[in-house]
């Protein structure tokens, strides 16, 4: 179970990347996204453990769902074109 959860711990970062990538959190008040800056500014920076992240990961899911919904518009798009 630990090994299935660092892979998919990996692939929700990259998602979220994605997500920031894409701009999907745009429309999104910039108050909402200060919480999770400053959270890894001092849990990582600071403290320097990774296990203080759990306040962050509501958001990391956010932005990763967020990329996932605008991957699949565009899949659909792309193959309602190609029809």
Same mark, same amino acid.
Do not use: C, H, N, Q
């Given at each position: 179970?630990?090994?299935?959860?660092?892979?998919?711990?990996?692939?929700?970062?990259?998602?979220?990347?994605?997500?920031?990538?894409?701009?999907?959190?745009?429309?999104?008040?910039?108050?909402?996204?200060?919480?999770?800056?400053?959270?890894?500014?001092?849990?990582?920076?600071?403290?320097?453990?990774?296990?203080?992240?759990?306040?962050?990961?509501?958001?990391?899911?956010?932005? &990763? &769902?967020?990329?996932?919904?605008?991957?699949?518009?565009?899949?659909?798009?792309?193959?309602?074109?190609?029809?």
């Amino acid at each position: 179970l630990t090994t299935i959860s660092v892979y998919a711990s990996w692939i929700l970062g990259a998602l979220a990347i994605a997500g920031i990538a894409m701009g999907v959190a745009r429309k999104t008040p910039f108050a909402v996204w200060l919480f999770p800056l400053l959270a890894i500014v001092f849990y990582s920076f600071l403290t320097g453990e990774i296990r203080y992240r759990a306040p962050i990961e509501p958001f990391t899911v956010l932005l &990763a &769902a967020a990329a996932a919904v605008a991957l699949y518009d565009a899949w659909r798009r792309r193959s309602a074109r190609a029809r």
